[in-house]
């Protein structure tokens, strides 16, 4: 028997679990071939595996940015209040300097007369 020559299988056994026409012995795949498939599979999980880390890890960074810009957001907001408050005692200043201006202009001017 030639060592190319196709293995002998039993079709009733073969064909009793419904095999034969799904499987068949091909002298043409080697270890080799079956390996580099194996190996493609194993390329492909591992891509994934590190496809999905990534995912999770952006989506961690995401949520954290967001906190961030939230803390920073109410942090403005508070420092713009202040700004608010600030300006209104200076408008309020601006107000008692210029009626203690004219009071004075009104007591320099009543003075003259």
Same mark, same amino acid.
């Given at each position: ?13 073969? +064909? ?9 012995? +091909? ?5 080799g ?52 408050? +600030? ?7 601006t107000? +008692?300097? @210029?009626?203690?201006i ?6 320099q001017?009543? @003075?003259?007369?």
């Amino acid at each position: 028997m030639e060592d190319s020559a196709p293995m002998p299988l039993s079709r009733r056994a073969a +064909d009793h679990r419904g095999l034969h026409k799904w499987f068949r012995f +091909d002298p043409t795949m080697s270890t080799g071939s079956i390996l580099q498939v194996g190996t493609v599979l194993v390329g492909f999980a591992v891509a994934y595996g590190t496809y999905t880390s990534d995912r999770t890890q952006t989506k961690a960074d995401i949520e954290q940015i967001r906190e961030t810009a939230k803390r920073d957001r109410s942090e403005v907001k508070d420092i713009v209040e202040q700004f608010r408050g +600030d300006l209104k005692d200076i408008k309020s200043d601006t107000k +008692d300097i @210029g009626l203690k201006i004219a009071e004075i202009k009104g007591q320099q001017s009543s @003075g003259k007369k």
